[in-house]
């Protein structure tokens, strides 16, 4: 009886079912958790994102699988889901970016920008012919000097988070990230933990070129992407590189 009773309900998005879902927003959080997993971590001095982002195929170019999107020069994304439509929300983001340059001439908080996004991913929960964004970012960066980290969710909710992991296995590595996070630890702290965080799920370790770090610092207000050979310094200083 609940199959058929799910079945009513799921085949529209702006129909709630008789306890109150939506089954289509929580649809879009399954292709989520598909997704491979994103961390962010906020601290003193800054904000780091780091992503999983292994090929499914030895062929394909590494460059092409992007996971963490420079918005402003002071914000950075990054996504787990579906690509193409963090690739939408992406350019919503970066556009309302620069409206706020133009209009106020000066950069956009990252709170305000966050809401920016959140509220066009909500107007895709009530709308008829369209589906929810199988995607959720991690949006952080560097407001009058104060670190901000935030997550997007597909039903158009903001969180803000000191610590938070997003995509496949997040129960594991948010579990990981609350027993390891402390507040006091600076920049290169965040970088260690985030790697940490995503190594602790892989029993094969991290490839350098399986990974994408960004850091955005409060002293430079600069969204900052670490190269291969930065972030495999990284692995091997805190012997976190799989065997090849």
Same mark, same amino acid.
């Given at each position: ?6 079945? !009513?309900?799921?085949? &529209? *998005? =702006? *129909? ?15 292709a989520?958790?598909?997704? =491979?997993?994103?961390? &962010? ?10 992503? +999983?982002?292994? !090929? ?6 590494? +460059?092409s /699988? ?7 020069d ?5 996504? !787990? ?26 950069? !956009?908080?990252v709170? %305000? ?5 959140? +509220?066009?991913?909500?107007?895709? =929960?009530? =709308?008829? &012919? $369209? ?9 952080? #960066? *560097?407001?009058? #000097? ?6 997007? +969710?597909? %039903? ?8 938070? $992991?997003? #995509? &496949? %296995?997040?129960?594991? *590595? ?7 996070? $402390? ?13 940490r ?7 094969? #370790? ?9 850091? /955005?610092?409060v002293?430079?207000?600069?969204? %900052? ?20």
């Amino acid at each position: 009886m609940q199959g058929n009773d799910q079945q !009513a309900y799921d085949r &529209g *998005i =702006t *129909i709630f079912s008789p306890d109150g879902r939506l089954y289509q927003v929580e649809y879009a959080r399954e292709a989520v958790k598909r997704g =491979t997993a994103s961390v &962010g971590v906020r601290t003193a001095d800054g904000v780091v994102l780091a992503a +999983d982002r292994h !090929a499914r195929s030895p062929l394909i170019e590494r +460059d092409s /699988i992007e996971k963490i999107h420079e918005i402003d020069d002071h914000v950075g994304v990054a996504s !787990a889901g579906h690509v193409a439509d963090a690739r939408q929300l992406i350019d919503v983001a970066r556009r309302q970016a620069q409206v706020n340059r133009l209009r106020y001439d000066e950069p !956009a908080s990252v709170e %305000s920008l966050t809401k920016e996004v959140t +509220d066009y991913i909500q107007q895709y =929960t009530q =709308t008829g &012919g $369209a589906r929810p964004f199988g995607v959720a970012l991690l949006v952080g #960066g *560097i407001k009058d #000097g104060e670190p901000r980290l935030f997550e997007t +969710d597909p %039903s158009g909710t903001p969180y803000e988070w000191q610590a938070v $992991a997003i #995509g &496949g %296995s997040r129960e594991e *590595i948010q579990s990981f990230l609350e027993d390891e996070y $402390a507040e006091e630890m600076d920049l290169e702290g965040g970088v260690e933990l985030a790697l940490r965080a995503l190594e602790s799920v892989n029993e094969d #370790g991290l490839d350098p070129s399986g990974v994408d770090i960004a850091t /955005i610092d409060v002293e430079s207000k600069q969204f %900052s992407k670490l190269d291969e050979d930065e972030v495999s310094a990284r692995l091997d200083e805190f012997e976190l590189g799989g065997e090849n």
